[in-house]
């Protein structure tokens, strides 16, 4: 018996609100945030030019010390291939082969992917834990058991990107389709 | 006979009087008589190839008409029958790695029902495990080329409007161990790094829109918040014209393994680029070039070269049923049927061959047939009992044919020992005069 005036009640409050709800259809609900606050989080290396690479450095004889402490149990001694991670050391020159083999040395195009990557993501079971010199001294490692800088080297955001790697300009964009095949329905072979 | 395990013997009843040869038990169980017991009692009691009741004899009551079952619990997710204990993903057997945590696992296609993949089954690729991360406190930031930075919480992506779409969703690597030998037994290994569900989110565009594009943006990055923090560049003009936001997966939030709470979603595009556990968003003017997408997911060419952000994933098919590892119970009517797709559109056609690929048939599509979506094909198939090689044939709507794997090794470097990605070859099924299929590359 109390039905009508509630759907009456139903009704107004819906004719009050339906105003405001439709004249706004962009809920803008972000919140503002500053690049420093963002920093934390802004870890991307511009792998071309190395545009995002930090302060510090790091030698490869520095790196040695680090990559024997926390990357050698997977990676193997000289990064060479260990118990869990094939060799990182050798591949140049392998594309042209049945063969191939990939490592950072053979494959990356930029230097400052060794950056980006090993901040990002090594060591496995505590990635992000690196400092800028530790990430720049195991980079200077690699590069160097790959025979791409020498032995006295010391990376940073001015040398890394520098650095000649020997599969820079071997990549190309997508181009496909690149097979034309018919639909051949009889005695097709 | 081995009956399928979803039609196990009543143990009241005695054992057929007409026994047919026991399929070994390794072999999956329920190849072609999962259509419910009412037809194997009937259509398949006559025939060749059924086991059933001996002629005069009557049924009996089954013990569930006899008993009350379950009752209802106060609250529970349901969980599949305790006979579908095949119906799981499996890590691979044949590129074995020697840790789990970046490792792959495949969707058990030769028992899909349907286009949608269950989301206990949806394929997992990691890079660093399955992170568990509160939706309270995951964030998600957007900021580089745009006018204002921003960041939302989880509560606030699910208050804008959102879509709700079938995408399929593949691997770039799928069929990576099986260009030039087959080294697979079944179509969950060759095939099950494919998934297919509704996707719920919010469009790229709507995000980006908020935050304002500045003048030359035209790259973002996708970054997720997991122990890999894994990362690829996207043209800016996909993200704006179809990527999604994605929160949820045929009707549920996304499980944990498939980027709970958040992941980007490409339609079409390899499965690399749904950046899982997504945190942020970077805007640019060119590519990263990551290790994700120069070291890894670029295809090795003839010259030497590499193919790099080739994105799409090319028209392919397979037939799921029958598939490597299943048997044929005799020779009389199969349903060929399987799963067709392409990330440049909607399926046009499939056809099938029984023959190695020298007569096709074309088969009937079933609807929805949808855009980047897996679309069921099916043809109705007397086997005649002789060998017999199977194999499926899908045109796109753009009009490309999916090619041999031969047709493709002309156009690209197929070495042994590369990480071959991008396989869209032509799948081939031998079927022996014992009714065994398995999984072969035609010549």
Known sequence: MSSLPKNILVVSIVSAFA???FAQDKPRLGQPITEPDIAPWNIDIRTPDGQGLPAGRGSVADGEKVYNGKCLACHGAKAAGGPVYGTMVGGIGSFKTEKRVLTPGSMYPYAPILYDYINRAMPMDKPQSLTPNEVYAVSAYILNLNGLIPADAVMDQNTLPKVKMPNAGNFYVDDRPDTKSTRCMRDCR | MTLPSNLKRDPTLPEPATSTAAAPASLPRRHFLHKGAAMAGSAFAAGTMGAGLARGESLAIPEAGKAMGRPIPAKEYGMPSKFEKDYVRVRTNVFVNRQNHSDWSFTPLQYQQGIVTPNGVIYER?????????????????HGMVKQPLVF?????????????????????????????????????????????????????????EAGLAPGAKWLLVEGADGAGHTRSIPLNKAMSDGLLVYALNGEMLRPENGYPLRAFFPGWEGNVNVKWLRRIKVGDQPWHFRSETARYTDPMPDGKWRQFSMEMDAKSVITNPSGGQKLAGAGFYEIRGFAWSGRGKVAKVDVSVDGGKNWREAALEEPVLDK??????????????????????????????????????????HPYAFVQHHNGIQSWAVTERGEVSNVIAS
């Open chain 2, 153 to 209: 919480t989880m509560s606030d992506l699910m208050r804008y409007p959102s879509v709700s779409k079938f995408y399929f969703m593949e691997c770039s690597g799928n069929g990576l161990t099986d260009w030039t030998k087959p080294a697979s037994t079944t179509v969950q290994q060759t095939h099950g790094l494919l998934s297919c569900g509704q996707w719920v989110g919010v469009p790229f565009s709507t995000l980006l829109d």
């Open chain 1, 19 to 21: 105003a405001v709800a």
């Open chain 2, 373 to 414: 979506c897996l679309t069921t094909f099916r043809v109705p198939w007397n086997w005649d009992g002789r060998l017999a090689v199977l194999q499926s044939r899908v045109m796109d709507s753009t009009g490309y044919v999916q090619p041999t794997i031969q047709e493709i090794g002309v156009a690209r470097g197929i």
């Open chain 2, 126 to 142: 990691h890079h660093n495990g399955t992170p568990d991360i509160d939706p309270d406190t995951h964030k998600l930031v957007i």
